[in-house]
């Protein structure tokens, strides 16, 4: 059998998006796997309907297909939402607390973060409105003056 070492290897779907799952429930602390899912699906939903452009296309490539089909399954708002109005979108949607869907958004964008890597997250939150950077984990990114 003839292989190109430098090729690269993808992962079959379903293995790539179970581990995104265990990444989100192991930085969630989630008690189950569905609980794991239920947030990724909330919030890469919601992140597709903020995330436009050619960031949302790179990101859809780096993420496992089920979560990238999530992402892009959304129509982006013509109004983008700050980060806080995002998490507070996310829980009106929902009916859960604030302090839930903010724990569950920084689950989720950890393991987006891990998948997309500093520079497109970099990308990514200079795209978004403010108070983005905070639920990715990163201190907010100012412009010089």
């Given at each position: ?97 604030l302090a839930t869907t903010r724990w569950d ?39 010089a003056a």
């Amino acid at each position: 059998m003839i292989s190109d070492r430098h090729a690269p290897t993808r992962q079959s779907y379903g293995t790539a998006y179970d581990q995104m799952l265990e990444k989100v429930r192991y930085e969630g602390a989630y008690p189950t796997r569905e609980r794991a899912e239920e947030a990724v699906r909330l919030v890469l939903a919601g992140l597709g309907r903020q995330l436009t452009g050619d960031e949302r296309v790179d990101l859809a490539g780096c993420l496992p297909l089920e979560a990238a089909r999530v992402l892009t399954a959304q129509i982006p708002d013509p109004q983008p939402l700050t980060g806080w109005a995002f998490v507070k979108d996310l829980a009106a949607r929902t009916g859960a607390s604030l302090a839930t869907t903010r724990w569950d958004t920084g689950s989720v964008f950890s393991a987006v973060a891990a998948y997309a890597g500093p520079h497109l997250t970099t990308r990514i939150l200079r795209h978004l409105p403010s108070g983005y950077a905070l639920l990715f984990g990163r201190a907010e990114l100012t412009s010089a003056a």
